[in-house]
């Protein structure tokens, strides 16, 4: 009988780089001047080297590769603060994080214009970006908790409220700064956002 492992894992492998040069194209694309609103399926086809019905097998349209990159990106920047621990670390360290998530955003700014202008006029693209800010939310609110139950959070800060706050004004802060503040700011802005939250949540 004939082995379908290696078919499957070779049909697997080709998805798998297919969905990564779309991805990869979308992004060049839009550093190089285009606007996502203006790209169709096939010059996005065209730059990542593949057949549009070729797309069509691992994407259902141009927004659903977006929302892949956003997932990506969002991924990526809760993974640097997955590890900062409230009390040891202090707001230096939070600091540093924000600093490096601001680049980070800096570093991708056409593609967060992007995410930005679809989030306007797509439903269903915003409704994906709020249910991401709500699962990073609830990683905050966790650590919280555990910081209340080990004593070093006052009884009178609420994590879940605690928590939607620090997620929604970072994300809202970062996002500001990046679009339209000044970059030697960035550092400012950081150490501002952390010692807001030190202050106002672990010092009250």
Same mark, same amino acid.
């Given at each position: 009988?004939?082995?379908?492992?290696?078919?499957?894992? #070779?049909?697997?492998? @080709? @998805?798998?780089?297919?969905?990564?040069?779309?991805?990869?194209?979308?992004?060049?694309?839009?550093?190089?001047?285009?606007?996502?609103? +203006?790209?169709?399926? #096939?010059?996005?086809? +065209?730059?990542? *080297?593949?057949?549009?019905?070729? %797309?069509?097998?691992? %994407?259902?349209? /141009?927004?659903?590769?977006?929302?892949?990159?956003? *997932?990506?990106?969002?991924? +990526?920047?809760?993974?640097?603060?997955?590890? =900062?621990?409230?009390? +040891?670390?202090?707001?230096?360290?939070?600091?540093?994080?924000?600093?490096? #998530? $601001?680049?980070?955003?800096?570093?991708?700014?056409?593609?967060?214009?992007?995410?930005?202008?679809?989030?306007?006029?797509?439903?269903?693209? @915003?409704?994906?970006?709020? #249910?991401? $800010? /709500?699962? %990073?939310?609830?990683? $905050?609110?966790?650590?919280?908790?555990?910081?209340?139950?080990?004593?070093?959070?006052?009884?009178?800060?609420? !994590?879940?409220?605690? *928590?939607?706050?620090?997620? =929604?004004? *970072?994300?809202?802060? $970062?996002? @500001?700064?990046?679009?339209?503040?000044? !970059?030697?700011?960035?550092?400012?802005?950081?150490?501002?956002?952390?010692?807001?939250?030190?202050?106002?949540? %672990?010092?009250?």
């Amino acid at each position: 009988m004939a082995s379908i492992t290696r078919p499957r894992a #070779q049909l697997s492998k @080709r @998805r798998a780089e297919t969905e990564s040069a779309v991805l990869a194209a979308v992004e060049r694309l839009l550093a190089d001047g285009e606007r996502f609103t +203006e790209l169709s399926v #096939q010059r996005i086809a +065209e730059e990542a *080297g593949v057949a549009r019905s070729t %797309f069509y097998l691992c %994407f259902q349209d /141009k927004t659903d590769v977006l929302l892949r990159l956003t *997932g990506t990106i969002k991924d +990526e920047l809760y993974a640097m603060g997955e590890k =900062w621990r409230p009390v +040891e670390d202090g707001p230096e360290v939070l600091a540093e994080i924000y600093r490096r #998530q $601001i680049q980070y955003y800096r570093d991708r700014a056409p593609l967060m214009a992007a995410i930005t202008e679809v989030t306007g006029y797509d439903e269903a693209f @915003r409704d994906a970006n709020v #249910q991401s $800010i /709500k699962r %990073f939310t609830r990683r $905050i609110v966790a650590k919280f908790r555990d910081e209340q139950r080990a004593g070093r959070l006052p009884d009178g800060v609420d !994590p879940a409220i605690a *928590g939607q706050v620090m997620a =929604w004004s *970072g994300e809202q802060v $970062i996002a @500001r700064q990046v679009s339209i503040g000044d !970059p030697a700011d960035d550092a400012k802005v950081a150490q501002a956002l952390a010692d807001t939250l030190w202050f106002g949540t %672990f010092r009250r």
